[in-house]
């Protein structure tokens, strides 16, 4: 059975490259779209991840 709940799967898409990250996030506290600085393999270095749809 599936968890209901406010806790949502999400993609953080690399603005750099086609690299992405999943995770997860409470739409209830965050309704906003989601941007972090985190490693990207393919270019070697921190760059900014966005939400993407």
């Known amino acids: 059975m599936a968890k209901k ?3 949502q799967i999400i993609k953080l898409k ?3 490259s086609a ?3 999943l995770s997860a ?3 209830r506290n965050d ?3 989601l941007e972090f600085k985190k ?3 393919i270019v070697r270095r921190h760059v900014v991840y966005r939400e993407a749809k």
Do not use: A
Request: hydrophobic content about 5%; proline content about 17%.
């Open 39 to 41: 490693y990207d393999p």
């Open 31 to 33: 309704p906003n779209r």
């Open 5 to 7: 709940g406010p806790r």
């Open 19 to 21: 690299h992405m990250y």
């Open 14 to 16: 690399s603005t750099e």
């Open 25 to 27: 996030k409470n739409r």
